[in-house]
Structures are given as structure tokens and as C-alpha cells.
């Protein structure tokens, strides 16, 4: 071990310039081993994976190579051609290359280095990207979106000839979607412009690091992988978890009760970064905050939904060191560092260990200091939870997801965009896709139909070959048929779809909504908004705001307050399930009762009582629960499999309950049980085999009951309008063209309700489906909890609820299933008209 | 679940109206009927509409216009009219009934076999369409009532019009329900329309401003198998 130091400094001695070397030592620096390590693997050719935690140094050794490179190139002389970019940075938020570039200017300028740092996002304005394409900078800092772009230029061979290394910051956070399976085809394409490009991926730790090091290269057989270097961990982080002197409630997640103790952390400390799961989490905590805010510390809050100079002003305040307390949700999760944060708060139950780690890395940005966090559990099976957690995070436990598939409507993206680039050779292209790590797996067959979507839209009703936009010429190449589809295919790149929002615009009361003028606070959903009525109170942007009407693509809403009620906006997005791992952990707690020391008293009393009157499942059992309260008949199950898979198996099991004439009326699922309710008696049906509880938890309803459920279901629309918006079938909407919007397009219920019936195979919908698998249904975790409980359902009739069960009990009511209830909505509003006015005959006939 | 209990205890439906004294059916899948007259009235079909769009680059399912012209065939098999009237907008554009698949030319020349038919003109359609039987008119009166795409700006009592896609909402219990609906006063009616890719405007909108008295203003919505009657006072914006 003595001798290594040395060997190092040699090899930094061999490896760096002069002036590099000189730097290093005037900063008191040594340069560390894993930048010279990754340093002389690029040198050699190599692709590699950098594995390190925040404060380690990472950015600056992700550009060590380009770096010494670069300051190694010539001066370009006048007259001689233009060179292209050397570099190409990417990062998944424009915030983070606006930041690598002012980290990265200060070493360049002290080291004294020629080198051009630009950046390239949405935020560039149209002359600088013009510039920048014909006198490119050495090093290009971008995002996914820019780089689809910049690929799909018919200019990009050009532009990028001169490309020697691309850098993908955060690799971990990219690759785990749809955007990832853009930004690995782009991979694949500039590969195609430049064989031997190097790829350097910075990433956090992972569960899985073989599958990123596998995503950095060509893809073939047996699988390369890229190199990797591993920076072990700083310091053990010192997470604590509140031992509240309060009651910590049954249900919910506001974590109300424990506001006082949260004030006081934030007292004693200089900066506290609050995190919580979701937006409405956030405007609540916020605003509880603000109420025992006796010292007016300053306070801040945010989020994904609000006004981006409301959070830019937020992010201001914190670099400054000018707030005590930010109340932030996943924004704040990436390598943006801020401030002088001291303490991480994590209101709610972390969900995932991975989630944690990367959370509390906020907290302290040295990496020899322990991080220090504090978890607040909402409820009491987050304090088994958090409990898991924290055990996940001290034995270093990962549960990143896994890397799914390529998709197929991004691959459409993605082909529509090569032939917008220059004519392309199906054969070639397909070779170039499947070297692309997401769809290394993609057969021919499936290739092709593709490329048939981007011609004419695939279907089998050939009537559309007139209008194709790509059209394969007398060469054998695909060719676009007009310039406009060029135009059009740039203003709808990427992935991400936003659901429709609303702006909240916020005017003086009384003023109805009629005014105009007044400030954007941020937006909301609008599903959300239509659920409002004038009058009606709601929490958002930290304000109680009084909703007055909704205007064009406005929410109009004034000062709020009075004693009416207050609603906290839901956000269809930014609830994570809880993770296969911690849930594992979880189920282990429960069943060893060694285990319950660590948890507070009054939990542990709670499943010890659960023992007395119920019973404690064994680790890998599903206990089922039924009883009898207020003239119906409930079942309560225990999966603990996240509230998606839990909420596809209620949907599932109401089916099934249906058809068997239990008469089911409605479920409830959370992150740790299902409870279904129905007329009949459930136990007496179990026990008569009508069905048994085998059958009725049966892996067979991932079948016929799924697919006939699905095609019916509100999901897969907001899905397929998803994949329609990305495979490029309808356009994106854009803000203010909504109106002129609605008279000229077709909206995507309407072309998945016909496509649904005439050609239910297409290829879009078979896209549609195989998204909604993975994602929102969590189908996979539920076949795998189906066929681990196989033989192993312990089913426990009781007389009344069990311990175990009032939480889930306590959610009936307050979160209830979105079936398709409609009808009986609008029945019940006609009906009382029918009262008032008499029948449809009476009035006809008047 | 308890939503397919109650509909099973449902009395079928079809909203009966009254439009200045003519007794009408509003049919749940967006006709209207007049039992006296053996009239069926249509508006908004925008067939074509698919191919339409895919002129410009978006290339929607091409089907339809076949799923207009099946639930259409529905309909006439259902009602037997004698006269059928198409409120105007029957192609999405000029040139749609040119690009009618052989097919579907039969299709809709076989409904309109041994009936009176009527293609009112509507704004996306002016002209006659291309080679199909029919007779094509601005307007058609019949009785007391007045067939037109556009509704007039000024009070017109029996006037049955089309053009601006109705749409009502309602919200109850913290949810909303959107549907396409006819609207009435009792004295004209706006039809909502009818092919498969046409989007709908809310009946509080601007557009429909000074179109109806509002003490008297009902909103039939499009339900499965039944209408629902709205009264005016219940409707949201949006």
C-alpha cells in the first residue's frame, strides 16, 4: 500500500502537462488517483465508467481528458479551416451544464488554457446557435433534446467529425428512460460519424454498474463492457430517525404532528434541505412550516410546477447561503450544488435506498465529513420503512431500477430524425440501432414496421402512401419527401410529454375571470383545475389561492382564505413506488420480532398487538385478512409491493370478485396493502372454494382480466397519447396554440378509440401496452409477487379489524379508485334535474 | 363494480325534446329524430378527415371515415328515415369526397338509396361533394323547423344547426365528466357532431354567447345507451 502513492505520482507526473501539474500544486492539490486512472484510459482508446459520490472530484475528472487533449492542439491559425467540436457534454438538466460551465471556466482560465466552453440548450438564444454551428466551441455542454437536434441536422456528419470524446453526466439518472433510449440511439449515431469515439460516464453509485458500463459501448458479441473506476464512499453518513414525543399517526403522509420538532431542527442548523415525495407534500409542509415560523426564518419552497424565476430565484437564494430551510421535491435531486446545507430533512418515507443516498449526498459536499440527515416517518409503517432504509444506506444497499428495453415509439423519433439528416440505408441503420445498448435486443421484423410508421403510418389500410413522409428512393434509400417534415420533426422532439397544464395566473379578488394581466405563479394540472368551482380554496406556490374560473389555457385564481376548506392539488406524477428492496426489508422487520428494539414503542406495541389479535406474516408470505364492519364484507392483503402493482391487483382481484357474485363495491391500495370491500360475505365464499383464495390470487389474471381491463382503462390513453406525441403521430402542444389547437388536430382518445377497434395490433399500440406493463402498472412486480405467494397465502378471518389494518382502513374514503364511474355521475346530476323538473315526456311535450 | 350493479337497473333512455313544438329523439349516439316528419338529421360528419391530415404530414389511423359511416349505418337501420339531413361539414374538406375509398363510395351511396337526402353546406365543405347522390342546399325548411350548418346570430326559432361541436361538463363529488351534447332553449337546437376525429367546444364558451335563453337552456349529454338532461345552472366552463 506505501508504494502506491508514489507510482501515482509518477503516472500524474507522465500524464499531465506541465501547466497542469503547476496548478495542482499552487490549489495545494494533488491531482486524485481515479482522475489520472481515467485520464490514461481515455488516452488509450478506452470508454469508461466513473463511479463516485458527490464531492469526489468527478467533474473535473470527467474533463481531465479533454482537457490535456485540447491544451495539446495546436492554435488555430487564420485561414485555416474551422475545427469542430472536441467535446460533447451531456447533462439531463439544463441547470447542470449552465453550472459545469462556471466550474469548469475557473480551472481553464487559472490553468491558462485556449479553450472554447459553450453551452446549448433550449435557453439559447436562435443567433448563438447559428454561430455555434459555424464556429463551433472545443468543448459543447448540452442535453439529450439539443443533441437529437443537433443529429438530425442535415450538417451533422460535418459538425461532428472532429468529435474525440463525449462525457454523460449522471449517467444513472439518464439511462432509466425513454430519454435514455434517445440519447443511446444518438450514441449510436455519433459512433456512426466517429468509430472511435471515447464515452466517459459519471454516475452515482448503482446497483447494477456492469449494465452502464455495457450502455457506454458498440454493443456486440459476447457483450464489451467500458472500463470502470470505483471511488469508495466518504464518510458514513449519520442519519437519524425522529423519536417523536408525539403520537405518530395510523395514516396519511402530512407528517403534521411532527412540525414542532422539524422547526427546531431547522433552528439549530445553518441549512436544511427539506425533501419530501410529492408536490402537494411540498405546498403543505411549506405552508405548516410558515404557521409556527415565530422567528420569520427564511423559509423557501420548490418544485417541478411552480414559475421557473419563482425557482431560479430559489436557487439564487440558496447559493447565496440567504435561506435557513428549502422545502424541495425531486428538482433538487441532481448534482447541483448549492450552498452550505448542513442537515437533510426527509419528510415521508424515503421509498427507495438509492433515492436516500443520492438525498443526503446534498447534505455537506465534502467528502471526508459525515453527511448528516434526519427522516420523519409520515405514518407507522413508514417507520418501518425509514427503519429499512436506514440499514439499506449503512450496508450500502442499492435498488436503482432496472434498465428496460428500448421502446419503439422513440425509435420511430429517432429514424424519422436520421432521415432528416441525410438519406439512410434501412440495413445500415438497423446494424447502427442495435448497437445502441436499449435495443441491442431489437429484432428485424419490428425494425421494419417501424420504418413503415414513419413512412405511412403502418397501417394495414394502405391509403396513406401518397402522403408518406419518408420514401425510399431508386438507391434503396429512405429519403424525406418535403423540407416541412424536417420543420415539423424539430418542433417535436423528445420525450418528455407534459400532461396539460394550466397556467395559475393570480389577479386582485372580485374580479372574476374575465381580467387580464396578473403574474404566472406556475401551473397546474388540468384535470385538476376542472375539478374545481369558483370559490373553492386550494394550496399552491406556498399561497391559499381562491380558484375563480379557468381562461383559455388559464387557471385564474385571487388571495384566497376565509374558513372554507383547503384541497392540496394531486399531481398525477412524482409518486414513487415503494422499491422490490426495501419492501423485502420491510416484510423481513415484521416477522422478527428481534427486530422491533429499533423501532419506537409505540410501534412495536402496535405489531405486537397485531400478533395477539391477528397474525404477523412470515417473510415471504402474503397475509389475507377478512372481517365483517358496517354491513360489509372487507379482505385486507399485505403485498408490500408499491401502490402501482398494488393498485393494478385491486383492479384485478374486483374483477374476479365480480364475476364469482361477491358483489365487490370498490379497493383501496397504499404502498403496503389492498383492501377490497364488498356485499357478500368474501370469507364465506374463500371457504367454499367459490373461488379459493388460491384461485382468486391466481397468476392467470395477468392474462384475459389484464388485457380486457387495460384496452378499457383511462391509463393506457394518457399513455398512448405519450408514445403517439413521441412516435411523432400528433404534434406537441405548445402554450397559447391550444384554442386554433382543438379545431385543426384530433385528440389522442379519439384516434385510440378507432385505431383500438380497427387494427388493435398496430404498432403504436402494442407500444402503448408494453409501456404500460413496465410503468404505471408495475405488472412485472406483481407477476413476481403472484408467483412467490404461491402456497404461501395465510388467510385470517376475524371479528372486527385488525392493528395492521386501520391504516389502509383509514385511506377509504380519501383516496378511492378512479374506476369508470362517470355514468353514475352524470345519472345522478340528471336525476335530480328529473326531480325538480319532471320527466324528459313531461317537458317534451310542453 | 357498483357502477355495472346500477346500470344494470337502469331504464334505457333516449332524451325526447321539444324544439318549437316539434317532438324530437335525441339519439346517445349524437342524432336527432323526428318521429312525425321520418327525418334523421346529422351534423359535423368531417369524413376524410384523416386523410385530410395526412396531407399536412400527420398521419392519423385512416379509419375514420369508416367508423362514421358504420355508426351512421346504425342509425338509418335503426330509424328507417325517409329523409335524411347532413348538417353541412359532412367532408373535412373540399376535396374529401374525391379521396373516398372505393368502398366507402358504395357504402354511403347504398344508405342514401331510397331516400330524400340532404348535404347542407357547411364552411369546410361549400361545394356539392364529388359524384354522390344527394342534393346539396344552404339551407332546408321543413315544417316549422329551419336545417342549417351555422347557427344565426339572431334568435331563430326552429332553427336545427351544427358547426360549433357541443360539449357540456358537469363536476360532482370532485370529479368531472366531459361529453359532446346536444343543446337546446326549446326554441333551436346546435347538434353535436358526429365523426369519429372531431374535437368539441364547451356550450359556455363565447361562441355560443346570445344563442339561447339561458332560464330555459338544457344540455343533452351524450351518456352509453341513454342521454343525460342537464339543466343550464349545473354546466362548467372548460
Known sequence: MTAKPDLHAETATALLPGPFLQWFEQKGWSPRPHQTELLARTRSGQSTLLIAPTGAGKTLAGFLPSLVELAGRQKRRPGEARRGVHTLYISPLKALAVDIQRNLGKPVEEIGLPIAIETRTGDTPAHKRQRQ???????????????????????ARRFFEDLRIVIFDELHSLVTSKRGHLLALALARLRSFVPDLRAIGLSATVAEPDELRRWLVPQASPPPMAGIITVAGGAKPDISILESQERVPWAGHSARYAIPEIYDAVKKHKTTLLFVNTRSQAEMLFQELWRVNEDSLPIALHHGSLDVGQRRRVEKAMGDNALRAIVATSTLDLGIDWGDVDLVVHVGAPKGASRLAQRIGRANHRMDEPSKAMLIPANRFEVLECRAALEANYLGAQDTPPLLSGTLDVLAQHILGTACSSPFDADQLFDEVRSAAPYAGLDRVAFDRVVDFVANGGYALKTYDRYARIRRTREGLWRITHPRIAQQYRLNIGTIVEMPELNVRYVRQGRGASVRGGRVLGKVEEYFAETLRPGDNFLFAGKVLRFEGIRENECIVSAGGGKTQIIVPSYAGGKFPLSTYLADQVRGMLADPDHWQALPEQVSDWLRLQEEKSVLPKRGDLLVETFPRNERHYMVCYPFEGRLAHQTLGMLLTRRLERAGALPLGFVATDYSLAVWALDDMDALFKAKNPSLANLFGEDMLGDDLEAWLNDSWMLKRMFRTCAVIAGLIEKRFPGREKTGRQVTVSADLIYDVLRSHEPDHILLQATRADAAAGLLDVGRLADMLSRIRGRIVHKHLEQISPLAVPIMLEIGKESVNGGANESLLMEAADLIEEAMGTDEDRAGA | MNLALAEKGMKQSTGLVGIAGERAVCDPRGTLFFPSLGLLAVSDLHLEKGSSLACRGALVPPYDTGATLHRLAAVIGDYAPRIVVSLGDSFHDGKGA???????????????????????????????????PGETVRELAVSRLLFRHEPSRVRAEGEIAGHLHPCARIVRRGRSVRRRCFISDGARMIMPAFGAYTGSLNVLDRAYAGLFRHESLMAYMLGEGRVFAIAGPMLRPG
Do not use: C, V
Not at chain 2, 105 to 130: C, M, S, T, V
Open chain 1, 133 to 155: 454551428k459555424l464556429n463551433p466551441p472545443d468543448i459543447l455542454l448540452t442535453t439529450p433534446e439539443q443533441l437529437a437536434l443537433l443529429i438530425a441536422g442535415t450538417d
Open chain 2, 98 to 132: 374525391a379521396r373516398l375509398h372505393p368502398s366507402f363510395r358504395e357504402g354511403l351511396e347504398r344508405l342514401i338509396l331510397g331516400r330524400d337526402w340532404f348535404w347542407i353546406a357547411g364552411n369546410h365543405d361549400p361545394e356539392a361533394p364529388a359524384d354522390l
